[in-house]
Structure formats: C-alpha cells, structure tokens
C-alpha cells in the first residue's frame, strides 16, 4: 500500500549558486559520501531527492538532512540509506520500503519517490 508520493524538481545552476554562496551548506544537507566524486548534476538530483523523500513521508521540515543519503546499489540504481529522523518518520508511518527515481537533463535535476508499507 501506498503512504506517500513525492517529486521535486531542481535548477541545477541555480542550487549550485546557492551552495556557492553559502559554502557549508552541503555540510548540511549531503553526507560525506554525497559530496565526493558528484557531478552538479548528480548533487542536485540528490538535493531533489531528499526533498522528494520529505514529500512521500508528509514530514517537510521535520527531517534532518544527513539522516536521509542516496545510495546506489551494485547496479548503479538508486535508493535511500536512512537512519536517525528519517528511520523513526518511516516506523511512525509504517513505511517498509522507499522507492526512489532520479534524473538530470537540460539544466535540471527531478527525482520521484514512493514510500510503500506493506
């Protein structure tokens, strides 16, 4: 069953704007493992997927950034590492599993998520 469906969608150059502003911003909001060897690209459509991931789990602004970190298992497709903030959120609600699609292209990043219980 479905809990929560979330999408978002990013200006790649204008959030890199924004993280070249504010330098320790991505401190905040990408895990260690996040911000190495990422393209813009790759690190917006992770921005957008964490936001994605707040939207299926009706939590926006209650999620520690760093408790959510996009993973992508050994045939490169993606999904979630969760822990802290984000693990309670998913017992709090049931969720079992966390579906996650990302992509990039023409300037922007999009990224969908499904949070299902069973």
Known sequence: MIVG???????????MEQLERAPRLAERLFTDLERRKRSDDS???????????????????DMAWLDAE???DDTGR?????????????????VRR???SITHDGGFAAAF???ERE
């Open 98 to 100: 966390l579906h996650l």
């Open 43 to 61: 690190l917006a459509a992770r921005f957008a997927a964490k936001e994605a991931l707040a939207k299926a789990l009706h939590t926006i602004g």
């Open 5 to 15: 469906v979330g999408i978002d969608l990013v200006d790649v150059d204008r959030f």
């Open 78 to 94: 993606p999904g979630f590492a969760v822990r802290g903030t984000v693990a309670a959120r998913c017992r709090k609600l049931g």
């Open 70 to 72: 996009v993973v992508n």
């Open 113 to 115: 998520v499904i949070a």
